[in-house]
């Protein structure tokens, strides 16, 4: 029983890991995006005239820390579901799973 114990604590660590590692992006992305806003609201006041320049410029690399937060997100998603593959199947009454014919 103290091996499926340490187990389970490993899955569990893996699942803080990844939940902290995609908000330590999540929240990243989101810093360099309010950066990015903040110099082009910065530059649109000091030169209105340039307003629409500014806007355009901006819109590549928002969509570029966009997608850096978006790959995070998936990457989580695929360490999530790839920890899902070591946690056993729940068996009823204490009796172990068959076994099947392939292993």
Same mark, same amino acid.
């Given at each position: 029983?103290? !091996?499926?114990?340490?187990?389970?604590?490993?899955?569990?660590? !893996?699942?803080?890991?990844?939940?902290?590692? %995609?908000?330590?992006?999540?929240?990243?992305?989101?810093?360099?995006? #309010?950066? +990015?806003?903040? @110099?082009? +609201?910065?530059? #649109?006041?000091?030169?209105?005239?340039? $307003?629409?320049? +500014?806007?355009?410029?901006?819109?590549?690399? @928002? $969509?570029?820390?966009?997608? +850096?937060?978006?790959? @995070?997100? %998936? $990457?989580?998603?695929?360490?999530?579901?790839?920890?899902?593959?070591? %946690?056993?199947?729940?068996?009823? $009454?204490?009796?172990?799973?068959?076994?099947?014919?392939?292993?």
């Amino acid at each position: 029983m103290e !091996g499926r114990s340490k187990t389970m604590w490993h899955l569990a660590l !893996g699942y803080v890991g990844t939940g902290i590692g %995609v908000g330590l992006v999540v929240i990243g992305a989101a810093f360099g995006i #309010a950066r +990015l806003a903040s @110099a082009a +609201l910065e530059g #649109a006041a000091r030169q209105p005239e340039a $307003a629409g320049s +500014l806007q355009t410029m901006m819109i590549i690399p @928002a $969509a570029m820390i966009e997608g +850096l937060g978006l790959l @995070a997100v %998936v $990457a989580v998603l695929l360490g999530i579901l790839a920890l899902n593959g070591g %946690v056993p199947p729940a068996t009823s $009454a204490g009796n172990p799973p068959a076994a099947s014919a392939g292993h």
